[in-house]
């Protein structure tokens, strides 16, 4: 099993800068591709950004590219997510994924999430 614990999240201004972390246990966190979602109230979950393994393939989504940066440190087990410029549509909770497939099998795992307010 894998077990994701995020942090980092709280209550900013527009403009400003939060940093989220995700701590991974488990060993079947090894070769998972990682992502950070985030859902506003009253919307659907969204992806935000993933990063795989080897940090070679990054995806943002378009509402964050050029502000937000992924980065992952694979000895710790922990993913980044670096917002800056942030704006009030960037508030919700933030969730951290990694799934990896396992014989035949996608294995996917969730954290409980960390709540980020940006108020103008």
């Known amino acids: 099993q894998v077990q994701l614990v995020e942090s980092g999240g709280g209550l900013v201004q527009t403009g400003g800068s939060l940093r989220l972390s995700c701590v991974a246990s488990?060993?079947?966190?090894?070769?998972?591709?990682t992502g950070w979602f985030r859902q506003a109230p009253g919307k659907e979950r969204e992806v935000v950004a993933t990063?795989?393994?080897?940090?070679?393939?990054?995806y943002y989504a378009d509402s964050v590219k050029g502000r937000f940066t992924v980065s992952r440190d694979n000895v710790k087990k922990e993913v980044y997510l670096q917002m800056n410029s942030l704006k009030p549509e960037d508030t919700g909770v933030y969730y951290c994924?990694?799934?990896?497939?396992?014989?035949?099998?996608?294995?996917?795992?969730w954290g409980k999430g960390t709540q980020v307010t940006v108020f103008s």
């Open positions: 994924n990694a799934n990896r497939t396992i014989g035949t099998v996608l294995k996917e795992y």
């Open positions: 488990g060993e079947r966190f090894n070769g998972a591709l």
């Open positions: 990063i795989n393994w080897t940090a070679d393939r990054l």
